[in-house]
């Protein structure tokens, strides 16, 4: 069983910038395919990044150039460095695991508004 936990999630301005953090339990981390996703009101679940076990990353389109997926194995810590934010990006974040059975697990989510 692997417990995430997000932190970071604020109020900013546009333009402004955030880093989420998401902590996981369990000793399995550094074999675990990693990913953020975002859910606005009114939205589906959208998929933002992930970071496999190698340290590769993908982007989605909407965020690509502006957030930097990271982790740090040894603190079992998963990072989304989230720069010029626009009022579209509010939401609310989740990370999500995936581990070498397949298993997903999600976290509860940190709300970040972009807002004037």
């Known amino acids: 069983q692997v417990h995430l936990v997000e932190s970071g999630g604020g109020l900013v301005q546009p333009g402004g910038s955030l880093r989420l953090s998401c902590a996981a339990s369990?000793?399995?981390?550094?074999?675990?395919?990693m990913r953020w996703y975002r859910e606005a009101p009114g939205k589906q679940r959208e998929f933002l990044a992930l970071i496999s076990t190698g340290g590769s990353t993908n982007y989605a389109d909407s965020v690509k150039g502006r957030f930097t997926i990271s982790k740090d194995n040894a603190k079992n810590m998963l990072y989304l460095q989230m720069n010029s934010l626009k009022p579209e990006d509010t939401a609310l974040y989740y990370c999500?695991?995936?581990?070498?059975?397949?298993?997903?697990?999600w976290g509860q989510g940190t709300q970040v508004t972009v807002s004037s």
């Open positions: 999500n695991s995936v581990d070498e059975y397949g298993r997903r697990y």
């Open positions: 369990g000793s399995a981390f550094s074999r675990a395919l």
